[in-house]
């Protein structure tokens, strides 16, 4: 059933919040207030509670079946997460209260920061980026800062990008007027020192690694890379959208680290929330810690916990200014501690544990139908098909996703990462139990031998259960419709 | 431990099918000397009840907002969210949902990301708005980012009525972009000259009504000199609610609007998550950054909405794209649309009165106190007050140790800036006659205690 | 898609909550302790929220469309009213703390009771009650109580109750050890003076009356049958499920009821939840009054609330003891308290309007195609129509129901009340839209019309878009499979 | 009024329709003189603000048990509940749900319905069980009714270790149904002679283990003496998390078995609501109050629930039903098989040794002070104190004044019966060993402020 826009059901006589008159006042707005309100319909409370939750019904999530995202780490949402953000002394506090008053927040910043320090193995963090592009920026800030303060500020400008790699990462280094440089992609599907070797020169500012890499793979050379990188003058950032297959197995700052960002929703899941809003705190090696913005946290000789909130001055001299207003996504970092607090450390490790094996019991229960594009070794945390098993058949990766819906499951990533064709990235996460597991692989299954054996029908109408079937993307593009108008009045 | 589902038997077959002995044969590509023995030195798990006293305590360790009388804003406000929003957005299908690249099965994120962007727009006064930013700040830097887009011009001017975090945030981002920005001093009477500084190298001049100091600007001529100029008029709102009273940046000639939504729909959180509003003429709707949702047809025609523009987007452009930014403020864009529907346009406005009465009752009030003085000749729902010489941080404190968070003190935007003395001071719905008076019986006293700085 | 029991995915190997080892001791069970634990599996965290998340996919609310459930009152429910019930002052107070320091909790009870008696024109109220039924139980306890007072014990024991009654009241009196009398049904769906004096003696105890009454009428004789009851002896017994149509336009007490117990969840919109908890307080007249059972509260001399939980003493001396343990249902009397205070005693008034004027848009938009037992004659809260429109389509009345259900919509209450042919009866409530109502409307012309067409595949056949088609209920009774048990072992 | 859809405007549209000029004219049937002219005389309506702040202002005038060291049971006992639970059992799809009459779409209620009946059966170690009762202690009176129309006697014999409420709802509900009900005195040491009341009119014996003083019961002898006079036995638990550490009533002979599942998934609500579980051998179902939930299939053959045996039930057997309920606890019986499902087996088993762990350790420490006597030779989380000659209700308001809820006087429970200077005293997993110093340091206190009674 199609839900109507709110406009179409909505109406300016109603309301759904009741709202008092003001005592008699004299308006001070110097002239500028506006003739009329705001022309938006409302609902009442009982059309808002319909219209949304009928909306919702729309949705899938992991709440209602397994959500195999690669590369986006849909694992479950704890309700205790959502309930401890929400404690008024957490939520309902003001940024800029006098810290005598927010200690308890500013200890909570303390306490995340002291977690991802120890399972990165890193000295630093800055905490305030809103999402892991946002952590991603600083990265590389920090690098051009550091770059600046060595004066080659002029002369190294280039930054490594694998093809292989999130488009966030091309696109942050343009921004901040980096030329971005390819390392290209290999037929094993990690990067290779050899490959960054003949790229690297005094020019070059830093590498943006992904480790694991978006293929599922972990870096068999990123030690040496990192190494070589260093020796040449450079540093090396890392994505580490990926970080949820290795916390507490490996740590970033053992492997030549300068900069990574942790996005709190894939590794210690805060909710995707359909899209936002994110956290990406950024861990620093010693060489970059300088160079963190504002605001950051810091222990006072009392014990007390302090704010440093100005660029420029004492601890904060090479600070490079904000990169948003206030301290950043409070409400993610209680989620995201609550989450570590539940784990404890060995139960982080085990949550690693669980997502490799996860992803390889679903690759090895697939590898006899489906193709692989580096063969038959173990993956990390998400397992990467492509599409040559569909040669042939008249169905495309696409197909499969969408014959996925059909099945009851969300796709899989598709199409990414770009080196693989027709990719198909898997990742199950800890969350999923072996029955899911099990009924996922069954469908899998099933799905592949239909295609095998020429059910191109049961691919190409897909999804057919599903509140809409497929979408014209291009007539979106085509004639952009933005926003609900008010239609004429019929004459 | 309860979050994970598999058993110690699931984990024998499992690892028997993928044909290893144990899992670390799977970290094999990892460097054996870097792989970690044990679980790292790092407390043991905890039960939920563990959990909830040790947070519970942190948090215990906060004085919240409604537990005193309240009166902080400088960007950030405390308003009376109703109890089916925050329903709503834990909604399983809401909260546990990924971006929409499937819109089959999201067109529940889609469709209210359209009414969020419609609902936006009209606000604005604007032709089209995307599916929301971080928060105000960081979609004032994309602004200005997108103005050099659009002018290729590579000179920002920024209002010294400008949210301070919000012109650092933008020099910040904007300097490293290779951009120049030229800030106005900090401008609390609202009266700097900014149309001179708009040249024909400025891309945009960014101001903000209701400004910093909460003084209401003057739009319509900046527009006029800034497009005569070949600049953009960006306007910053960093309270969403004066929405329904003001004229509309769009009504004002702006071109590209940005501003805090937290006020509708989210809650103070400490500084975040919040949501950033973006809007603009629709003729640069190529040019913005972040996401955006469009109307269009299943293959049954049936309407449906999908996200659109993407060759604007990292993921697609990769180094040409728009700007790096993945993601927006889902959630809280969420509660912006659900609290928006309840209001409505008239809802909004009777908000709106609602906040500027109170904001005048509280500054005849204050303004009644001896070495008190309002600065403001126009205001919302905040001002900025003077007070005689006494230094407003330490007025803050002596407040907060009576019980009462009175307001920001202007230092703690703009430390060294001769500012000392002025306290911003905000009253919105949730403040009641008795909490004015008790503001007022207090700073009386504090002034009373401490001597001129 | 079928959802597993819980036990068919569990695992007694697993937990969904974690719980440490407690310190050494010695158990002091006196040898009674199992030796097992009981055989039950469980589900991790992630799975359990899937799993009850599908289920809940798999019911209609009233958050997910109209519900027009006659004589159910379906509707909407405030999440104010549940966040308030569970503030921790509400919900975290153990019912025998000491009266000190429960005195918020009391002031619930004893505002909950003003608004109570001010809406009903009643001199006092029982709040303990769990649910409608258990008010029928207070109310006739209480009569039955003042008979034997009056030492009329042994002769007074019949009770009159019309055949448009629910089953609750005659089950009620009968477990009490009443003879139940039949006032017979009139074609105007009205309860007549007429019948009930014929049926009138010594003998009589009490009347049981719904009004508005279960065909939507409000019952026009009432205060005389009243008057007549009284004058024989008896005792008017007032079933408030229907109250909801006339609060703050007319108050039972000057109708001359004796008792009435009032659905919180019905007309104060406390939540059904698939079933319950309910809450029924009664209101009773002064007759009545001294019977009202313990615990009840009493506001001391120094303003203080006190409780008072013994039968037999001081205010409590004619009082016939307990109905449940504790002091009923606190969750329900905030949440319909928070109800109350939001609407204000114009709000309620306007409310009652509302859905009666609703209910009558329904059954005046419906006339010309359904048929209703007692013509055009305007309706209270809900709109009753029988199947004499259907005859000799081979569309049943259940037909339109499951019909109703492809439709997107609940079906109405069908073959309720007994007294009309495969009754309709639809109670749309305040909270539904006109836009809704027109869709309603719009559905069932379409449905009527397909009827009278002869299209009755699209009837029999239905639901087809629901998550299962129509349950062999017979099966289920025939053979009753009450609980999952464990397959035995493959052999 | 934010909860009224119809606007002024719709209202005229719609009055037009039914062919009325006012909408008092659908009120016509009611007696003119008894229409109210006006709205009642009660308070005007208020916004989600203003009612936060009257309930709130309320609740904050509560002590709530999480807030101070807690140690009252007697039939409602504070246990940490997962968030899971309270999030699931808000879900809209169930809260606002009905009775499910329509199974095509209330398959989630009914299924759950069905997994809590299994739940209850194999916890109470019985063959079948109901989709729940109001509570516990109607869920007794219901059971004594029950054993009343199997074995067609009409007398009851009630343990003295039954909680007195228990007791008195019994008593009162069969009494009016004219039922005889024998009570035996309050039994502290659970030392009663209950056999020998159990004469050939004795439809049941009704025993509570743990019983209202916390002593463990031996019910397999009455179980055989019952079933050898021809009565059956009824068996009360008030705490439902002891079903992990002890022996089913349904192993020790129970013919049928009630509880309070309150403990389980739900939290203490100052009495209600609870939810009453009620099972018995499957050869009495037929004669079971409440709802029942049984198996089938669809017409394309799946798998689904019904209610069923309705034949039982008022709304079709009407003055012929075996009860007049029509209702159960559905969203508290959903709470316990959620929280259930958390736990299994295995968790509640290891949830209820930290409870008796809990016990055994506070019952050690308060017998350690001088003037207290722990009674019970067996307990589980909850035992009887004897403070030599103290009365227990006026040490536990002097308990409250120290910020401590230290336990239920059996005063309160029992007026006039001699006990007055007993105290039951419960801990669950959710005291620390802190709450444990703190009473037995204040109740050591108290004891010496007040002399014997």
Known sequence: ????????????????????????????????????????????????????????????????????????????????????????????????????????????????????????????????????????????????????????????????????????????????????????????????????????????????????????????????????????????????????????????????????????????????????????????????????????????????????????????????????????????????????????????????????????????????????????????????????????????????????????????????????????????????????????????????????????????GAPRHAPLRRLDETRAARQPVLRWTRPLPVA | MRYLPLSGADREIMLERVGVRAVDALFADAPADRLLDEAPDLPRRKGEMAVERELGGLAARNLSAGSVPFFLGAGAYRHHVPATVDHLIQRSEFLTSYTPYQPEIAQGTLQYLFEFQTQVAALTGMEVANASMYDGSTACAEAVLMAQRITRRKRAVLSGGLHPHYADVTRTVCGFAGDSITSLPPDVAASEDIISQIGPDASCVVVQSPDAFGNLRDLAPIADAAHRAGALLVVVVTEAVSFGLLQSPGAQGADIVVAEGQSIGNALNFGGPYVGLFAARSKFVRQMPGRLCGETVDAEGRRGFVLTLSAREQHIRRDKATSNICTNSGLCCLAFTIHMTLLGGHGLHQLARINHANAVALADRLAALPGVTVLNRSFFNEFTVKLAGRDAAEVVERLAARGILGGVPVSRLLPGAGLDDLLLVASTEVNTDEDRAALADALAAVLGEIVSC
């Open chain 1, 1 to 460: 059933q199609i839900e109507p826009l709110l406009f179409e059901i909505g109406s300016t006589e109603r309301c759904g919040v009741d709202l008092d008159e003001p005592a008699p006042f004299t308006a001070r707005l110097g002239g500028l207030e506006a003739a009329a309100p705001v022309d938006l319909p409302a609902l009442s409370e009982p059309e808002t509670m319909r219209h949304f939750v009928r909306l919702s019904q729309k949705n899938y999530g992991i709440d209602t079946g397994m959500f195999p995202l690669g590369s986006c780490t849909m694992k479950h949402n704890p309700r205790l997460n959502e309930r401890m953000a929400r404690l008024p002394g957490f939520a309902d506090v003001h940024p800029l209260q006098p810290v005598a008053t927010v200690q308890g927040a500013l200890a909570v910043m303390d306490q995340l920061a002291h977690w991802l320090l120890t399972l990165t193995g890193m000295p630093a963090v800055a905490l305030s980026p809103k999402a892991g592009a946002h952590g991603e920026l600083l990265g590389l800030m920090a690098i051009k800062a550091a770059i600046a303060a060595r004066g080659e500020g002029k002369t190294r400008d280039v930054v490594l990008v694998p093809e292989s790699a999130h488009g966030t990462n091309p696109a942050t280094a343009a921004l901040l007027g980096f030329r971005v440089k390819s390392v290209p992609a290999r037929a094993d599907g990690a990067v290779h020192l050899d490959d960054v070797a003949g790229l690297l020169g005094p020019d070059v500012a830093a590498i943006m690694l992904t480790n694991p890499n978006t293929c599922g793979l972990f870096e068999p050379q990123i030690v040496e890379i990192a190494a070589a990188l260093h020796a040449a003058g450079g540093y090396f950032y890392c994505d580490g959208a990926n970080f949820n297959a290795i916390v507490g197995k490996v740590r970033p700052g053992d492997l030549g680290v300068d900069a990574m960002h942790i996005n709190l929703h894939k590794t210690f899941s805060t909710p995707h929330g359909g899209g936002g809003p994110g956290a990406g705190p950024v861990v620093l090696s010693e060489r970059l810690a300088p160079f963190a913005p504002v605001p950051f946290v810091r222990k006072g000789a009392d014990g007390q916990l302090a704010l440093v909130e100005q660029a420029g001055e004492g601890s904060a001299a090479q600070a490079f200014g904000r990169l948003t207003a206030f301290h950043g996504q409070m409400g993610m970092y209680v989620r995201a501690l609550s989450f570590m607090l539940s784990h404890g450390g060995e139960g982080l490790r085990q949550a690693s544990e669980d997502a490799v094996l996860n992803a390889n019991y679903v690759r090895a229960s697939l590898a006899d139908l489906l193709t692989a594009p580096f063969g038959d070794r173990p993956c990390m945390h998400e397992a990467l098909f492509d599409d040559a098993w569909l040669k042939d058949t008249g169905v495309t990766t696409l197909d499969i996703a969408k014959a996925l819906i059909d099945e009851g499951f969300h796709p899989m990533t598709v199409y990414f990462p770009l080196v693989v064709h027709g990719a198909m990235l898997i990742e199950p996460t800890e969350s999923e139990s072996k029955v899911s597991l099990d009924l996922f692989i069954a469908a899998m299954r099933d799905l592949a031998m239909a295609a095998k054996r020429g059910d191109v029908a049961r691919f190409t």
